[in-house]
């Protein structure tokens, strides 16, 4: 909890209070005015002031949180010794810059949707205590990050750019690419790990016979357009769902198409590193959120309700009498 958005807020409070108590005095002065011969309004208005004093700084508070809230940031120094790792194999062949992602009308090259994809699962992850790592692969297979917490390496690692350019040119070897990211895997406790496979499904298939008991959890997302083939090297490309399904399966995983949705939440919230969210555990984004739905809520009715329900019902009634009426009544 960064500690100038507190002296701000807190700032803000003392501001709204100054301000309402110059507003309650210059009320004090047509009181009988606007509340009658009593000159008092009903007693749950004595509430009001404070309440929207908190209620601005607590919108406040939320707002310049979650203005500045970095999902993968962590405030604490991570562990020496990660207990969760997620291992991401990444296609970075020719087809993945074909521009046929994203949900959008004007697509993205499918190179791109993978970062995003993978940036909602790392948005959710336990960085305390996660290390990620990603293989690359085409031709060939490249770990390109290896153990890292580094937010802004896994950014740039995930940003569609055509890394085809460091491989022999050839058919896609998944296959390859599995050997590396188990060879990785094999270094690291059981069920400790989540592989997630991003691709577009336009590789040769073929997995190797045993998965290292660290991997608890597979996801495979497949990307580019299902339906509709483009060229790329003298071939058509579009997303293989039926390989892919196969592959996950063969895996015992899941399969999701990436193409225009992330990740379900169901399933980023069963993975074994994401941070935990049982109970009364709250995270700093869940407080930010509901101080600005209080906050602005309590400013934007409290209005209203002064307005209808803030006068003696006796005054409020005789205001709405007929002036004909009242004459009669005075005469």
Not at 74 to 97: G, R, T, Y
Not at 196 to 225: C, E, F
Not at 245 to 260: I, M, P
């Amino acid at each position: 909890m960064q500690t100038s958005h507190i002296i701000i807020a807190a700032a803000v409070l003392a501001i709204v209070g100054l301000a309402e108590w110059m507003h309650a005095r210059r009320v004090a002065r047509v009181a009988r005015l606007a509340f009658g011969p009593s000159g008092r309004p009903l007693r749950w208005t004595i509430a009001v002031a404070p309440a929207r004093a908190i209620a601005a700084a607590l919108a406040t508070w939320g707002l310049l949180f979650l203005v500045t809230y970095d999902p993968i940031e962590i405030e604490h120094k991570p562990a020496k010794i990660a207990s969760n790792h997620l291992l991401v194999l990444l296609d970075v062949s020719p087809s993945m810059q074909l521009k046929d992602a994203g949900p959008e009308a004007t697509k993205i090259s499918r190179g791109k949707r993978a970062g995003e994809v993978v940036q909602g699962v790392l948005d959710r992850l336990d960085m305390e205590n996660t290390r990620i790592s990603i293989v690359a692969f085409y031709t060939e297979a490249l770990p390109i990050v290896q153990d890292t917490f580094d937010k802004e390496v896994i950014r740039n690692a995930l940003d569609g750019l055509p890394m085809y350019t460091a491989f022999e040119s050839g058919p896609t070897n998944l296959q390859k690419g599995l050997v590396k990211a188990f060879e990785i895997a094999r270094l690291w406790p059981a069920d400790s790990a989540t592989l997630l496979i991003v691709t577009d499904g336009d590789v040769a298939t073929g997995i190797p016979s045993v998965i290292p008991s660290s991997i608890a959890d597979t996801i495979v997302v497949g990307l580019g357009d299902p339906v509709k083939s483009t060229n790329v090297n003298g071939h058509a490309s579009r997303q293989d769902t039926m390989g892919l399904r196969q592959l996950a399966t063969r895996l015992g995983g899941f399969y999701h198409d990436g193409n225009r949705k992330h990740i379900p939440s169901d399933i980023v919230n069963g993975l074994t590193m994401i941070a935990p969210r049982v109970g009364g555990n709250w995270s700093e984004r869940d407080l930010a959120l509901l101080a600005v739905g209080i906050g602005c809520s309590t400013l934007a009715f409290v209005g209203p309700l002064l307005t209808f329900f803030g006068r003696p019902r006796t005054f409020s009634r005789d205001r709405r009498v007929p002036k004909p009426l009242q004459k009669e009544a005075l005469a």
